[in-house]
């Protein structure tokens, strides 16, 4: 079982960018599918991205589709999520967790996912 750690965040201005990365230690993480979401103040976590175990397919949540890119590196054991064209909107604590081997990539139900991090904070200003 893989325990991810995200690191990246910060203040930023809108427009910006930020790269996150999430370091997922343990033999299985190249077998498994990785995901980030984020919650808002306020608000239920959301869906952002999620990758397969291979990195060949890649999936996006509505609001960050064309701005945010997932990647992986499976001999590092890390999923990186680079944003860009940053809102007030994006502000939130961002996520990394692993698929459950059961459930297939391209669900982006909370349930799917195990195995939570800590979140890293990401603030854009107006």
């Known amino acids: 079982q893989v325990q991810p750690v995200e690191s990246g965040g910060g203040l930023v201005q809108a427009g910006g960018s930020l790269r996150l990365s999430c370091v997922a230690p343990?033999?299985?993480?190249?077998?498994?599918?990785m995901g980030w979401f984020r919650q808002a103040p306020g608000k239920e976590r959301e869906f952002v991205a999620s990758?397969?175990?291979?990195?060949?397919?890649?999936y996006y949540g509505d609001s960050v589709k064309g701005r945010f890119t997932i990647s992986r590196d499976n001999v590092k054991n890390t999923v990186d999520l680079q944003i860009s064209s940053l809102t007030p909107d994006d502000t939130a604590v961002y996520y990394c967790?692993?698929?459950?081997?059961?459930?297939?990539?391209?669900?982006?139900?909370?349930?799917?996912?195990?195995?939570w991090g800590q979140g890293t904070q990401v603030t854009v200003s107006s």
């Open positions: 990758i397969s175990w291979s990195g060949g397919s890649t």
């Open positions: 343990g033999s299985s993480f190249r077998t498994i599918g």
């Open positions: 967790a692993a698929l459950h081997p059961w459930a297939r990539v391209e669900n982006r139900n909370l349930a799917d996912f195990q195995s």
